[in-house]
């Protein structure tokens, strides 16, 4: 199921006072342009292997309060332009600004079936005055079963992916998240690793 919609955002832009030239028009998505191209949609599909130490309420893998889920996933992710004419944000000190925004939605599945089902939107928020700040993006999510996300940031291009090597290796709480530090070995690891060679 991809997104299937017209809409559009369709707000009413300040007209410039008579004797001052109205601005340029402006890319609204800015950064946020790759998603979708010049076309305003874009689908993304590929494959990926998910790793996630689960807990075990059932004793399906025995007497262990947990166990080692392993599967391989298909993801689709599509992206619609529906900034139309402006997304209006509306500011107190601040002048009105225009945003440009992507609707988005994430679907990954393993073998049995969905697995994760995430529709939300990305925003390209011009600089401010009042505050000062730069050009943001941000993304807001929701994810059906009670998980609703708002993170806002300065977006950074990078020529590629940069995902540090990490481990799968849960550590005690409290302790220092470095892949290091007070890991809790478990012997489905071995597996893992075998798996991985």
Same mark, same amino acid.
């Given at each position: 199921?991809g997104?299937?919609?017209?809409?559009?955002?369709?707000?009413?832009?300040?007209?410039?006072?008579?004797?001052?030239?109205?601005e340029a028009?402006?890319?609204?998505?800015?950064?946020?342009r790759?998603?979708v191209?010049?076309?305003?949609?874009?689908?993304?599909?590929?494959?990926?292997?998910?790793?996630?130490?689960?807990?075990?309420?059932?004793?399906?893998s025995?007497?262990?309060?947990?166990?080692?889920e392993?599967?391989?996933?298909?993801? +689709?992710? @599509?992206? /619609?332009?529906? *900034?139309?004419?402006?997304?209006?944000?509306?500011?107190?000190?601040?002048?009105? &600004?225009? $945003?440009?925004?992507?609707?988005?939605l994430?679907?990954?599945?393993?073998?049995?079936?969905?697995?994760?089902?995430?529709?939300?939107?990305?925003?390209?928020?011009?600089? +401010?005055? @009042?505050? /000062?700040?730069? *050009?943001?993006?941000?993304?807001?999510?929701?994810?059906?079963?009670g998980?609703? &996300?708002? $993170?806002q940031?300065?977006?950074?291009?990078?020529?590629?992916?940069?995902?540090s090597?990490?481990?799968?290796?849960?550590?005690?709480?409290?302790?220092?998240?470095?892949?290091?530090?007070?890991?809790?070995?478990?012997?489905?690891?071995?597996s893992?690793?075998t798996?991985?060679?």
């Open positions: 199921m997104i299937e919609t017209n809409f559009k955002f369709a707000h009413k832009h300040a007209v410039a006072p008579e004797g001052v030239a109205a028009p402006v890319d609204l998505l800015g950064p946020l790759a998603f191209g010049n076309q305003g949609k874009r689908t993304w599909a590929g494959t990926g292997f998910n790793m996630i130490w689960r807990p075990n309420h059932g004793g399906a025995g007497p262990k309060d947990f166990f080692l392993l599967n391989q996933t298909t993801e +689709t992710l @599509d992206f /619609t332009d529906i *900034t139309g004419t402006g997304v209006g944000d509306r500011g107190f000190n601040q002048n009105d &600004i225009f $945003l440009g925004a992507v609707a988005y994430q679907q990954i599945s393993d073998r049995t079936g969905p697995q994760h089902f995430e529709p939300g939107v990305w925003a390209n928020a011009p600089p +401010t005055t @009042d505050p /000062t700040e730069p *050009t943001t993006v941000v993304r807001m999510g929701s994810i059906p079963h998980t609703s &996300i708002n $993170l940031g300065i977006g950074l291009q990078a020529p590629e992916p940069q995902i090597p990490t481990t799968i290796t849960p550590f005690t709480i409290g302790s220092k998240d470095d892949g290091q530090t007070n890991l809790v070995h478990f012997p489905e690891e071995q893992v690793q798996l991985a060679c």
